[in-house]
């Protein structure tokens, strides 16, 4: 039996087509594996291995393994050790940093005493409560001449100034248009004149910042320490040492019934000195207070009478005109005063009536 010929072609290319998407099918779905003579790529075509990290991977190193309870004191303790270590000798640089400070130390020493005292008067303020005994008032006074010419500067900052003087005149380069400066590379183009050339070529002579009471001691007269302030003190018969010799004190006088503390200090300075001072108070109201026991084998019982002793209040007032009275100090049978700087005033009063009261007139003055 014989099939046409038209159909055995169509039949022909219907095979052909099918084998075609057979192998298309197990082309895509298999791995083609190269046969065993086919050539391998040069070692240029090769990729190189890389020995670094690869950045973009996270750090994969392992935990630590966990320590043991002896580990973890000891290292607690090691931490401890060096934490001390270290505050130890911050503290001692602070102290080696403060040694030659003067920081606080005179308001320390100030402090210290000022507790003491105010401990002590409340002693006596216990002491005459108990016994039942008042005390009597008096109002003494600090007429004060201020300072006439400025202070001595310390050595130190004469030094400072002069090295600013310096430096504000030669420690810089002014531009060409100013001629009356120095300039580097160029000879100094004014005279330099010392102190004593500056004083000669004034028109007039200065007056001394030492006058001739300084030099002779006189300490009877107001031109005397012009650099310092000096306060009138009084040797009077009133005020007497253990052994009856008169002492250096201030004027001061007791307080009557009618009449204000400012009143009373008004009437203290005129009677000791007369009234030719002309004074200034700049406050009404006292700037210290000290307490004095009486002692009944230097005091008389009349003057004494039931009383425990005195309580001294201070007044500061400045000259401003006049001189003491001569007659006024003869009358009150008073001979010796003196315009004396507080030095002057704290070595008389700790020679008669020792440190403490020394203290108290040195931070009161």
């Not at 002896?70 to 940093?97: G, M």
């Not at 009597?136 to 006074?141: K, L, S």
Request: glycine share 4%; aromatic share 8%.
């Amino acid at each position: 039996m014989f099939a046409c010929p038209a159909r055995r072609s169509l039949c022909t290319a219907g095979i052909r087509r099918t084998a075609a998407s057979a192998s298309a099918t197990l082309t895509s779905s298999c791995t083609v594996i190269a046969p065993s003579n086919a050539t391998s790529p040069s070692p240029q075509q090769q990729r190189p291995l890389s020995t670094s990290a690869n950045p973009s991977k996270k750090n994969s190193n392992r935990p630590a393994p966990p320590q043991t309870y002896q580990e973890r004191k000891s290292a607690a303790k090691s931490h401890r050790r060096q934490t001390y270590t270290l505050q130890q000798q911050r503290l001692s640089r602070l102290a080696t940093r403060r040694d030659s400070s003067p920081r606080d130390v005179k308001k320390n020493a100030f402090r210290s005493w000022f507790d003491n005292e105010l401990l002590y008067h409340d002693t006596l303020v216990r002491q005459a409560k108990k016994q039942n005994q008042p005390w009597r008032v008096r109002v003494a006074v600090m007429v004060e001449r201020l300072p006439v010419v400025t202070p001595d500067h310390p050595v130190w900052e004469m030094d400072y100034m002069e090295l600013k003087d310096y430096l504000m005149t030669f420690g810089k380069e002014y531009p060409e248009e100013t001629g009356f400066m120095m300039r580097s590379g160029r000879e100094e183009d004014h005279v330099v004149e010392t102190r004593e050339e500056m004083l000669a070529g004034l028109p007039f002579t200065p007056a001394p910042r030492e006058t001739e009471a300084d030099h002779t001691g006189n300490i009877r007269t107001l031109d005397r320490q012009l650099k310092e302030r000096v306060f009138l003190t009084l040797k009077t018969a009133s005020e007497r040492t253990a052994s009856g010799i008169p002492r250096w004190t201030l004027p001061s006088t007791l307080v009557s019934n009618e009449e204000t503390l400012l009143d009373a200090a008004k009437r203290a300075v005129a009677d000791s000195v007369g009234e030719d001072l002309k004074l200034w108070c700049p406050s009404n109201t006292p700037m210290a207070v000290n307490y004095r026991v009486y002692n009944s084998k230097s005091l008389s019982s009349d003057f004494c009478e039931n009383y425990y002793g005195e309580k001294i209040f201070y007044f500061r007032v400045q000259w401003d005109s006049g001189d003491v009275s001569e007659s006024a100090l003869e009358k009150n049978g008073e001979k010796e005063y003196g315009w004396l700087t507080r030095k002057e005033i704290v070595e008389k009063v700790e020679g008669e009536r020792g440190v403490h009261q020394a203290k108290f007139f040195h931070y009161m003055l």
